[in-house]
């Protein structure tokens, strides 16, 4: 349902219209890309690597903290250092089930009433050094950089795969939160997905919205959306500007081909790195 004096956009699946590239990111605070855009080639020289993320993704860990969502997910964080071009992994903690976590906050700005602490198992090391999730990551960082003057500061990644999964019909995988919602963070936080694979399923659809429609779903006659799409191919993508609109992605059913169906993406978040004294 679209409202009279709505901003909402519906933007097909080639990515054409506002919101595209960097320069929507800049005027729209959302932006869709591609592959070709990224000069990447899926399914040609870079098919190797994007195997191997693949393989991590389809192993992924339940989500600890969303029981019977079929959501799975590992996390890890990492320094960029704009002065030096250097990429660095934080080392996570030790633990005795996932070997490895990172700790893991979403929108938790709240110090009168902060949540217990939270820990995901963190990205695998031996995948931090594949070509293809570096040159994603570094791919992210330099449009942010084009946009915001941080070259003097550190800048913080997040580094999220998720995966959406379903064994059979009649199952719902939901992400987190399942309603339009902002990430938290400065002025100058991003976040960046990228498409992994999507085999077997329906739904997924994205959403952007105004902030004001952060705790609706896209359905709510006060939602304000501005786009809605579904990434489709490998390495399918887009960005927002975490402060200037709200997000949302739908939940996946199993397809119509017999056997299990899934959806893997990697999320980047990135910010200024703010030291605490």
Not at 50 to 76: K, N
Not at 255 to 260: A, D, I, R
Request: some cysteine.
């Amino acid at each position: 349902m679209e409202k009279a004096g709505s901003q909402r956009r519906t933007h097909s699946d080639d990515a054409r219209g506002p919101g595209e590239g960097t320069d929507g990111l800049r005027e729209y605070g959302f932006a869709r890309y591609g592959a070709e855009r990224l000069g990447i080639d899926p399914g040609g020289s870079d098919a190797a690597d994007l195997a191997a993320i693949r393989e991590v993704c389809a192993a992924l860990p339940p989500d600890p903290y969303a029981p019977g969502t079929h959501r799975f997910r590992r996390y890890s964080h990492a320094v960029y250092l704009p002065w030096k071009d250097e990429l660095s992994w934080i080392p996570g903690t030790p633990d005795p089930v996932h070997g490895t976590v990172t700790d893991f906050s979403q929108g938790e700005g709240d110090t009168e009433s902060p949540r217990p602490r939270r820990v995901l198992p963190e990205v695998p090391e031996g995948l931090r050094g594949n070509p293809l999730l570096l040159r994603l990551l570094r791919w992210d960082i330099e449009q942010v950089l084009s946009l915001k003057d941080l070259g003097r500061r550190p800048l913080w990644a997040g580094v999220h795969l998720i995966r959406l999964g379903v064994d059979r019909p009649g199952q719902e995988a939901v992400s987190s939160p399942n309603c339009l919602h902002q990430d938290g963070g400065s002025a100058a936080t991003f976040t960046f997905a990228h498409l992994i694979s999507r085999t077997n399923v329906t739904g997924g659809q994205n959403v952007i919205a105004t902030p004001g429609s952060a705790g609706l779903l896209p359905e709510d006659p006060w939602a304000d959306n501005h786009a809605e799409f579904t990434l489709t191919d490998p390495l399918d993508g887009y960005a927002v500007h975490d402060h200037r609109v709200s997000h949302y992605v739908g939940p996946v059913r199993a397809g119509s081909e017999p056997g299990p169906g899934e959806r893997s993406v990697l999320i980047v978040g990135l910010a200024p790195y703010v030291p605490h004294l």
